[in-house]
């Protein structure tokens, strides 16, 4: 397995990262449309490239992770796409999203202590036909490697209840949970926030 940079790609790069997001994260999606084609179309330009990491095997991109300093974003919307693909209001609800919540600072909340040696990771993703081989292991420890950055901090939602104990297993350790106002429509009640920590491992 190798992990690359997704900038270091060609073409069709944003399609497939698009599709893991979509085929990881499409049941908090369905609101927006129940189609994964349609989804895929509509979000494949917002993923800063230089942002994310993807592991390969076999020449085939198995998974995705974000990493981002405090300062900047991983993803990037256009308003108008959103709309062409997903329909006036619910495009226009789409960019409300993003804007709101993945290009809102601070990102994380107080008591997470993020700071300029702290990395956000984010979207972290395993397209199905590679789960449970390790995929999302070895992203993280990849980017545990990266120079500039002594603590990671993530967050996931409650009902991920995979997710939550693969990040414990990598030495994650929950800070706070915050209670989402919109559980009736994503069915998330709270997000969990976790810190990983160099020097503690």
């Known amino acids: 397995m190798e992990i690359r940079r997704a900038d270091e790609f060609g073409g069709g790069i944003r399609e497939r990262?698009?599709?893991?997001?979509?085929?990881?994260?499409?049941?908090?999606?369905?609101?927006?449309?129940?189609?994964p084609g349609r989804l895929i179309r509509a979000f494949s330009h917002v993923f800063v490239l230089d942002c994310f990491y993807a592991a390969v095997i076999d020449g085939k991109i198995a998974g995705i992770t974000a990493c981002v300093d405090e300062k900047h974003f991983c993803i990037?919307?256009?308003?108008?796409?959103?709309?062409?693909?997903?329909?006036?209001?619910?495009g226009s609800f789409a960019a409300m999203v993003f804007k709101n919540?993945?290009?809102?600072?601070?990102?994380?909340?107080?008591?997470?202590?993020?700071?300029?040696?702290t990395a956000s990771v984010e979207f972290v993703a395993t397209a199905s036909e590679y789960k449970r081989m390790g995929v999302a292991t070895a992203i993280m420890n990849?980017?545990?490697?990266?120079?500039?950055?002594?603590?990671?901090?993530l967050e996931a939602a409650d009902t991920n209840t995979?997710?939550?104990?693969?990040?414990?297993?990598?030495?994650?350790?929950?800070?706070c949970r915050k209670k989402q106002g919109f559980s009736k429509f994503s069915g998330i009640n709270y997000l969990v926030y976790m810190k990983y920590t160099k020097d503690e491992t």
């Open 17 to 35: 990262i698009s599709e893991i997001f979509v085929d990881a994260f499409g049941r908090d999606l369905r609101f927006f449309s129940k189609d």
């Open 76 to 90: 990037k919307h256009d308003k108008k796409i959103l709309k062409k693909h997903l329909g006036l209001i619910k």
């Open 101 to 117: 919540y993945f290009n809102k600072y601070p990102k994380y909340p107080a008591e997470t202590g993020m700071d300029e040696k």
């Open 142 to 153: 990849h980017i545990f490697t990266l120079p500039g950055y002594s603590k990671y901090i």
């Open 162 to 175: 995979g997710a939550l104990q693969l990040y414990r297993k990598l030495g994650y350790k929950e800070v």
